[in-house]
């Protein structure tokens, strides 16, 4: 007796992926219909029908909880991500973790891959860029999503989004470098236009604003590299600058290395306040002051939202901040 064909049978013969099989099960409309032809006709030459009832039972009782990170080289998510899984097991579900590596397009292939293992809930902490994909795909798996720290920029999506008070943790490292006498402060780093950089660098600029004070802003990528490499520019253009809030902590880290061979004394000359409060925070010389976003709390919170979803049916509220803190160390002055 021959056996039952399967997706994989169809991705083949179609020439697609297994995942592009499943958005096209799932009436997605993301598969260009040239596509979606190819899927619908190599179904039909090979005999495969699509167990639906059977798919929904596996999302609804699968104890897995899909977890999508936008950059896990990064350690403030890795820490997350570690500490959401821990909370998640003592709940006895199972967490699936994806890095889409700032790719949306790995995105949306990872979101498909595992709306097809039957994953019953989804935290995301979402790439920028195209994400009509990923929200069309979420909406076609009527999953429970949670979004952290970023939100999807799409129009109209109704998923929920929770992320710390980055408003106010810019205002609380603005306010602490001119109570530390810095008269010019710059803000360093993030990725212009992106929500997330916006809102860290809000809470810097309306202190500024009511002070009468110039901002001086410097966005790149979010690394040490670029942190070193602008102590340098500070430096050469900036001169006056003397205090520095960070994006995150990656980038203070790399105005920290930079400042010896620039013979600049960081704490002293530099007064620098980091975004995330990492471990290596600590270790830093000197130690590096940041804005703690109390990650142990926050990865509770996240998965105690989503396990009341997936098993009560309770949604979180559309958006939520939760509360940070400002922890001076040596690098400030603090």
Request: proline share 5%; net charge neutral.
């Amino acid at each position: 007796m021959n056996a039952r064909p399967t997706i994989l049978d169809v991705a083949k013969k179609a020439g697609v992926s297994k995942s592009t099989v499943s958005l096209v099960l799932q009436g997605n409309d993301v598969v260009k219909e040239t596509t979606r032809l190819a899927v619908r006709k190599a179904m039909a030459d090979i005999g495969y029908v699509y167990n639906r009832s059977a798919a929904t039972l596996r999302s609804a009782s699968s104890g897995l909880i899909g977890l999508v990170i936008n950059d896990l080289r990064n350690p403030f998510f890795t820490e997350f991500a570690a500490l959401l899984q821990m909370e998640l097991a003592r709940n006895d579900f199972a967490t699936v973790l994806a890095n889409s590596d700032e790719d949306p397009a790995l995105q949306i292939r990872m979101i498909s891959s595992l709306v097809e293992h039957g994953v019953s809930g989804f935290i995301i902490s979402p790439s920028y860029g195209d994400d009509e994909g990923a929200v069309s795909v979420l909406r076609s798996a009527n999953t429970p999503t949670l979004q952290v720290f970023r939100s999807l920029k799409s129009e109209g999506h109704d998923i929920p989004f929770i992320a710390p008070d980055y408003e106010r943790g810019g205002r609380l490292a603005a306010e602490h470098l001119v109570e530390m006498g810095c008269k010019r402060i710059a803000f360093l780093g993030g990725l212009e236009g992106r929500p997330v950089t916006e809102a860290r660098m809000s809470g810097y600029l309306a202190l500024l604003a009511e002070t009468g004070t110039a901002p001086v802003v410097l966005t790149g990528q979010a690394t040490r590299s670029f942190g070193k490499a602008m102590a340098a520019k500070l430096l050469a253009d900036y001169p006056d600058v003397d205090g520095v809030i960070c994006f995150n902590d990656l980038v203070a880290l790399g105005v920290l290395s930079a400042c010896p061979e620039l013979g600049v004394k960081a704490g002293r000359d530099l007064r620098v306040v980091g975004f995330d409060d990492i471990e290596d925070c600590q270790d830093s010389y000197p130690p590096l002051s940041s804005v703690s976003c109390n990650i142990p709390d926050f990865a509770k919170s996240a998965a105690k939202q989503i396990l009341a979803w997936v098993k009560d049916g309770v949604a979180p509220q559309m958006t939520a901040r939760s509360p940070v803190q400002l922890i001076k160390r040596a690098s400030s002055g603090g």
